[in-house]
Every structure is written in C-alpha cells, then in structure tokens.
C-alpha cells in the first residue's frame, strides 16, 4: 500500500513538472556568409535545445505546417512584432530567434528569446567566435548554454570565443628605435687591465669608457599598457682612449607605455684582446708565455685582457632597467644596466632620444582605387 501512494505522488510530481515547462517554437534562424543556410542553422539549433531538455521544444514538422497555413514567410520573420504573432498562432509561451553573420575573421551569433504573452524580449546572448566553420554546432549549443543558464566548457571557451584585441595605436605603443649614447665602469680584475699601462699589456686606459650605439627594436606583444619586445644594439666603445671595442646586445625587454618604465635581460657579446696569464702574489698579471716551460704546471691560468693577446669573442648577460622621459612626440629612454661577471662586473648608463610618428592623415585617393 505504502508503494503505491509513493508511486502516485511521484506521477503527480512529473506530470506536474511536465505541465509546467515552458512551450517554445523557432520558425527560423538568419544566416550570412555561411556554409550552411537558414534551414540547416535552425535544425541545427532546434536539435541542441532538444538535447538540452529544458523548454518543451515545439515539434518542427507542425510548426512547418501551421506557418504553410497561415501564408508565413519564415526567411522573413525575424522580428519581434512577427514572431509574438506567429508565437500566438503556435500557442507557444515562448519563441526563439537569432542570427550567425560571418564578419571579417569571425562569427558573430545573436540570440534572442521572446516572451509571446508579455510581448517583450526576455533574453538576448550575443558571442563573437573565431571563423571556424566546421565548429558551428559546438557554437550553437555554446550559445543555447547561455540562454538557458548553463555553464559552458571553459577549455571550449578558449579555444572557440574570439577575444577583442586591445586598442593600439602610436600613443597605447611606444617605439624607442633610435641612437643611443652612455657610459660604463668596469670593476675588478678587469678594470685593472684596462687601465695598465701597454708595456704591462694594459690598454692604458680609463676604467670610465663611453658608448655608442643604435637601438633597434622589434614588438611581438602589445597589450593595453603592456609591450614584450625584443632589442637588439650594435655598439663601440673606449674611442676616448683611441681604443675600439665592438659589442652587440640582444635583449627580452618589458616595457609599460604610460609609465614609460621597462625592463630587460639578454646576452652581449663582445670583441676584445685577451690573453691567459696570472696574478702573482704582488698582484702583477704574468702572461703564461713569459712562464718557463718546466714551470707552466704551477700555476693557475686565467684569460684576461691584454693588449698583447688575440682578439676573443666574449660573452654575458645584461640586466637593465629604464625609463623613458616624453615632451611631445619626443622620447628619452635612459637606462641602467649591469653585466655581472667574475673578472670585473660592468655597471652603465645609457640614454637615446627620437621622434615618435603621429597619427596619420587620410587623404583623398589614399583609399581610392
């Protein structure tokens, strides 16, 4: 006995349940620049609202039979007026309407869902995905998704939504190509050498050198604010001291447009004269050549520089930080930067100048063919 009544309260629950979902039609859904046409778009969104399983989707054969009927043109019926009527002809509570437009690089699906008593739109759901047509009926449940309420797959969001770019123009970006001119100290071992007279294989210079470069740079990030950039500088340096040093620098640089701070880290390579040797206990530097040969085992070997030694290509890391000063279309980007190493760690500042373009002016025949 107890069985039964639990059995009849739950038929009572279900068909109450049933009783109370909501009846919604779709005559037709509007299609641009497609594969597919308006027929197959709302066989396409019908069959995912079945599968949703929340409104009690009007049968699509009687729906075509009532609007044959009645005279209705479906291509036409897209508005709101139209579809109210048609809904009160289908007595359905609710009517489902859209669009998928291909635009430029995307796809843009417009949703509407239409209260036929209340006359009023209930519901709108707008998505702009990539142009990935051999995706458009994971779109259109995507889309369904969001009209009834439910969450979609945030890995399908990902792959399928088409993000808007941030807006960039010569004032969101800064470009800092240009000449750049400096100083640099080299401590250490290596400032000493510099600064030995030749006849020690010095290069009887100071330990204070300038710079001489030109800055290129390329942007592969703008974001907003944000640039990611990678620089790249020929520079010479020690002409004061009638020396030429050559160096290239390759940097990852990071730069914040309004603030105009930035920062970068990359390799320099450089070209310079060295020879291996050792300090003795006087600190005087001994070249391993000048070594008897019966003693050369005795000590340890470094390269240093020397005047006496071949050209050697050298190498290490920069760490700069900056920032850039503006008045007008004019940038003045000043930067500190170190290159650590074990026989003299280089510390410089460097600061450049240029002119940043302007917006353009369109004119007439510039976009006439």
Avoid at 31 to 42: A, R, S, W
Avoid at 95 to 105: D, Q, R, Y
Avoid at 118 to 141: A, G, P
Avoid at 319 to 330: D, E, I, P, Q, W
Wanted: hydrophobic fraction near 40%.
């Amino acid at each position: 006995m107890l069985t039964a009544i639990v059995l009849v309260l739950l038929l009572n629950i279900f068909n109450m349940q049933a009783q109370e979902r909501v009846k919604l039609g779709i005559i037709s859904m509007d299609t641009k620049g497609l594969i597919i046409d308006n027929e197959t778009m709302t066989n396409m969104v019908h069959l995912e609202l079945e599968k949703a399983n929340v409104y009690e989707v009007m049968d699509k054969y009687d729906i075509a039979e009532i609007v044959k009927q009645q005279g209705i043109n479906v291509n036409e019926c897209f508005g709101k007026t139209c579809l109210v009527r048609v809904g009160k002809i289908l007595k359905a509570d609710m009517m489902l309407t859209g669009s998928a437009e291909k635009f430029g690089n995307k796809i843009i699906f417009i949703f509407r869902l239409i209260d036929v008593k209340q006359d009023r739109i209930v519901k709108t759901d707008v998505m702009e995905f990539i142009d990935q047509q051999d995706q458009l009926q994971i779109m259109v449940r995507m889309c369904i998704n969001n009209i009834i309420g439910k969450e979609n797959d945030r890995f399908l969001i990902d792959l399928l939504v088409n993000y808007d770019q941030p807006i960039t123009s010569y004032r969101t970006t800064l470009s800092l190509n240009g000449p750049r001119i400096g100083a640099l100290y080299t401590f250490g071992d290596a400032g000493k050498r510099m600064n030995a007279s030749k006849s020690q294989g010095g290069f009887d210079m100071f330990a204070v050198t300038n710079i001489l470069g030109y800055q290129f740079e390329k942007q592969f990030l703008t974001s907003g604010d944000f640039q990611a950039l990678f620089e790249f500088i020929p520079a010479i340096n020690g002409l004061e001291s009638g020396v030429v040093i050559p160096s290239v620098t390759a940097l990852l640089g990071f730069r914040f447009n309004q603030s105009g701070f930035e920062l970068g880290i990359g390799p320099v390579f450089r070209i310079v004269k060295e020879a291996s040797g050792y300090f003795d206990e006087n600190g005087n530097w001994i070249l391993k050549s000048e070594v008897p040969f019966e003693f050369r085992d005795d000590f340890d070997y470094q390269y240093q520089l020397d005047s006496r030694g071949a050209p050697r290509l050298s190498s290490g890391m920069i760490f700069a930080v900056g920032k850039t000063f503006r008045s007008g279309y004019l940038n003045m980007p000043v930067n500190l930067y170190v290159n650590p190493r074990k026989n003299g760690t280089i510390v410089g500042l460097i600061f450049g100048f240029n002119v940043a373009k302007g917006p353009q002016r369109i004119i007439k025949g510039d976009y006439e063919n």
